[in-house]
């Protein structure tokens, strides 16, 4: 495994987004491929340690004892991310990098088992206190569209939760998060570019908020 950085320019802006991916390589017959294991958000640590950071995830999900000691912010770091991991259970293939390929096995029918556990136990405690201080209806004065309102939610609450890049905060909503139950809405509807536009938004109005926020 190891840590990747990616660059995005916003079409919207000239503001260019950068976040950071766990990716492992692979081998098939058409040659090498890479997984994108996680999405990290925008990591803040120095380049030099993301090699440190990646081979501490993977001891952890395979549940290897390290032999020396690391850093305690990548050591909290690496349990949080593996922990992600472990909940997800789920490997993205690089859309960018990767041919469409067939792959098929023989499945006993009758032992297949689904699931689509989400969590929602932090999102409920967020989002109460988030009606309490009566933003959805600060957000609703300020012009924000119910589009725009479950948004600015949803960011607000994805950066309190699982801190990271809107992109990071966007696949946390689909895969892991209960949200949009919460919202009675389904955030497959929504796109990843109206996180971005709702992002700007609430940059827009920050000091209306903050100062909404004080009085409050």
Do not use: C
Request: hydrophobic fraction near 35%.
């Amino acid at each position: 495994m190891y840590i990747k950085e990616i660059k995005k320019k916003n079409k919207y802006s000239d503001k260019i987004f950068v976040y950071h991916r766990l990716v492992e390589s692979y081998r098939t017959p058409k040659g090498p491929r890479q997984r994108i294991i996680l999405n990290l958000g925008t990591l803040t640590i120095p380049e030099e340690q993301w090699k440190m950071l990646a081979d501490r995830i993977e001891e952890i999900i395979h549940k290897q004892n390290r032999l020396f000691n690391i850093p305690e912010e990548i050591e909290k770091l690496a349990q949080h991310y593996a922990s992600l991991i472990v909940d997800n259970k789920s490997v993205e293939v690089d859309s960018e990098i990767k041919e469409e390929e067939e792959n098929f096995h023989e499945v006993d029918i009758n032992t297949i088992e689904t699931s689509n556990v989400k969590m929602i136990g932090g999102e409920y405690l967020s989002y109460s206190y988030l009606k309490k201080l009566k933003l959805d209806e600060l957000f609703k004065k300020l012009g924000f569209t119910k589009y725009e309102q479950d948004i600015a939610i949803w960011l607000i609450v994805g950066r309190l939760l699982n801190p990271g890049s809107e992109l990071s905060t966007y696949e946390w909503g689909l895969k892991i998060s209960g949200m949009d139950e919460l919202l009675n809405t389904n955030f497959k509807n929504y796109s990843l570019s109206g996180l971005y536009r709702t992002s700007e938004l609430l940059y827009k109005n920050k000091d209306k908020i903050e100062k909404y926020l004080r009085e409050e």
